[in-house]
């Protein structure tokens, strides 16, 4: 290599200093810091699965994809510093203002929102339980959580990440029996409100009546978009969502709103601290990819959003309604992410089963993600969402479909 050359490279990789002798290596150094990763397909890179997601909002699918808005919010973040709590102060008056909420603040999901809103009520500002907690015994705090059984699906569980004990009623006089100076706060799990004898109203006025706040689980009802609003206009103290479902923001972040003082001392137990919701860490990137995620997701055109699922749905009937043995019907499920939802149903003539079609579907090209059995228990079917598809994929996922149904029919 000439000596000019040597000098060129050593100004535009000046760190790479301690391999001169070797031009090859050298080179390639340099070569792979030009590469952007934009150009690397890191799924085929790694040998990683990519699919058609026809089934959920579900963490083990990665949930949803990012609108590029999000994305462009995102990238513009993360070149700048900024104070931690500079950044969730101004983005959680915004989302607060959006969402009729007196404060707000980005949490790492609607997990996590859970616990900082609970750790938030048991130590008020208190600096002193902020550091006690989750050991309440002795302390003066309050240690108990009331719920319904029916509300009892597994998330209820982030709130004893707390140290509090969970308390189980199902008819609102046994809610008001388990009432005492130990209840720190009654919690509501939104998709549970078919299930649990009690309703929001009944809940808060109980709640209400012997000053004991209140939290409501809206994890992946961010649809219809009054539900952004609607809780706290209701009057619960405390609302906790998930930012990567139905909102498509970052799937690691999450909201949660509510009364300014609880909003204030669930940040105390949160990063920038060091309290029990240090690992519930949200940068600046998953802060204000939120703020422009949320702003988006009210500005949307949700009924030409709901026409083209719609228009989806109709796409994948119309491709298999011929084939003999085989129904459709579309449902719209009240509560967990709201759209218009196909069930595919068949008789005997049809020798598979709902998985053994939904292993077929993940293992074609391309490969699809549904539900291998309908909700009512069914396992002659699957489910087929559309929500999360992008544009041209349900014309591919009903050409799947109909050439592993059509054999039969
Ligand atoms: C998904 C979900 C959660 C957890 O939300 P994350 O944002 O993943 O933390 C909590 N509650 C309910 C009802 C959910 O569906």
Redesign the pocket.
Known sequence: MKRREIIKLLSAAPIAGGIIGSSIPFQSAIASTTTSTAKRNLFKELGLRTFINANCVC?DLT?SLMPQEVLDAITSAASEFVMLDDVQDKVGEKIAGFCHAEAATVT???????VLGTAGVLTGMDRKRVNQLPFLEGTGMKSEVILQKEHA?G?HR?LTNTGVSLIFVETSEEAEAAINDKTAMMWF???GTSRGQIKHEEWIVLAKKHNIPTMI?I??DAYPVENLWKFNDMGFDLV??????AMRGP?SA?ILMGKKELIAAARLSAPPRAGICRGHKVNKEEILGMYVTIERYINLDHEKEWKIWEDRVAVIINSIKNINGVSTEVFVPPY?SRSPTLNIYWDNKVKLTGDQLRVKLRNGNPSIEVKGRLRDGRTNGIEVTVFMMKSGQAEEVAKRIKEELQIFG
């Open positions: 963490t949930a790492a999901g609607c997990w996590s929102a859970m699906d998330y982030a799990l939104n998709k689980d994890a992946s906790a969502l998930s930012g990567g479902k799937q999450g967990n």
